[in-house]
């Protein structure tokens, strides 16, 4: 499991990891591109995220309420002189809202160079996946408002749900 994916000492631009998409050999020399993602857990369903879209993941940091501001928005982190929004996606994906756990992490997203930091009940695992499972059939994803589903992927008996952060950037309007 990933604890803490920088360190305080880091450069504040420095990122989750700096592996692209590349072709892997297989068996016979046959490449294969594959996409490398960030797998995290939000009530008991499975998504991911690339890792080009997370910068870190950090633990249980005091989070600021702020008054007055939309009901998904649950206050501001102070991230090395940064002052950074934290937003809880459960409510965007209308999911059921759940207590944040000793596993509950905040993933510090960039998007349109605007950093934003979102709650999630766990990290599972940074994973590459063969771009070839990917799937653009969204119906199955068990989530009314599918403009926030990029793809999915057929994972571990289940299904993995990749995320549109371009959509769930506009949809929190910061």
Known sequence: MIERMMMPNMPQDATLTH???TPQENEGDIQQETIQ???FELSDQLFG???FEVQEILEDIEISPVPTTPHFLR???NLRGDIVPIV???EILQLPIKERTLDSRIMILTIKQVRLGILVDAIKEVRQIAKEVVQADT????ITDRRFISNI???NNGLLILLDVNSLYAAVQL
């Open 19 to 21: 592996i692209h998409d």
């Open 37 to 39: 993602l960030c797998i």
């Open 49 to 51: 995220l690339s890792i």
């Open 75 to 77: 206050g501001v982190m």
């Open 88 to 90: 809880d996606i459960r």
């Open 139 to 142: 119906a199955q994803a068990g």
């Open 153 to 155: 992927i057929q994972y």
